[in-house]
């Protein structure tokens, strides 16, 4: 690690980093994922100015060597690159709306976590301050910030990704998607989703096999995940499938796996544990058998899923 830039005792402040402004990076929002994201840029040499509604929280960056900023409109003003990180996108345009006309000519990096319907709007909004804007999902943990696992995408204006792309490269791997503003916002969710249906699949396996004293760690090392990792194998198979709309079964036939799913509730019950997060799968997999899909495979599903 690189030494800091000053000495834990002396505090820069923004007026003192003018000449620096041109490859200067503000960071607004300091939690655990806002500060990784300002440590990030601080570790790369770039002057970096810090903001946080509660201001103690940037102490250990003015540490390491970031300016503080007293107000949101001091710290947009310090740097051409604004990089906000913050609960929610209400709470981004009630800090931004503080900015005033410090906005204009500026690019807003927005990695709050939202939905697509909300990256839109506050690309409307922070277009019409006269600010280029980009969205980003992060698909990272704090840690990760900065190493060759984390990945983050983005969306919006292909101007302004292409111009603060070296400093995006400094949290991972930088992917654009496109200029709707929506579209990283949208892959973040889906992403989200596959993983929230992964770990349901894991909770309620861990849990039916712990009612006979069977060890979550032995069952999820030894079965669990050789088994998931030959499952993620079929995926490509099922994607081109949906791509297709063809659905002919070419291994277990839906009706199949329907007794399957039943089974499997049926056996929590009289285990003693909640099928609920089995019950969604199996109402949308019966309901496709119902309409005839008996013979299709699992990826049919998808269909039901669309409505």
């Known amino acids: 690690m690189r030494e800091p830039i000053v000495s ?3 505090e820069r402040t923004v007026e003192s980093r003018g000449a620096d402004r041109g490859s200067a990076v503000t960071v607004i929002g300091l939690g655990s994922m806002g500060g990784a994201l300002a440590g990030a840029v601080l570790e790369a040499g770039y002057p970096t100015t810090v903001w946080n509604r509660t201001a103690g929280k940037a102490e250990p960056l003015v540490r390491r060597g970031a300016a503080r900023a007293a107000t949101v409109a001091e710290a947009v003003s310090a740097s051409p690159t604004v990089i906000a990180c913050v609960l929610d996108y209400r709470t981004l345009r009630e800090i931004l709306s503080t900015a005033g006309d410090a906005l204009a000519g500026r690019t807003v990096v927005n990695l709050t976590n939202g939905t697509p319907a909300e990256a839109s709007e506050t690309a409307a909004w922070v277009e019409g301050h006269g600010a280029r804007y980009l969205d980003g999902g992060i698909m990272a943990v704090p840690e990760m910030i900065g190493g060759a696992e984390s990945l983050v995408l983005y969306s919006g204006s292909a101007e302004a990704f292409e111009a603060v792309e070296p400093v995006l490269r400094r949290f991972g791997s930088a992917m654009y998607l496109g ?7 949208l892959h973040d969710l889906a992403l989200l989703a596959g993983m929230y249906g992964l770990f349901s699949g894991f909770l309620h ?8 004293g069977v060890r979550a760690t032995e069952f999820t090392s030894s079965l669990l995940i050789p088994w998931l990792q030959a499952m993620t194998a079929t995926l490509p198979e099922a994607a081109a499938q949906i791509d297709a709309g063809e659905y ?3 291994g277990s036939r839906l009706d199949m796996q329907a007794v399957a799913l039943a089974n499997i509730v ?3 019950r009289s285990q003693g544990i909640r099928p609920d997060l089995m019950l969604p799968i199996q109402a949308l997999v019966e309901r496709r058998v119902a309409k005839g899909g008996g013979g299709e495979d699992i990826a049919a599903v998808v269909e039901e899923v669309r409505g």
């Open 266 to 268: 049926e056996a929590s």
């Open 8 to 10: 834990a005792h002396t």
């Open 205 to 212: 396996a861990v849990a039916l096999v712990g009612t006979e």
């Open 179 to 185: 200029a709707d503003p929506g579209l990283a916002s």
């Open 248 to 250: 002919a079964a070419t």
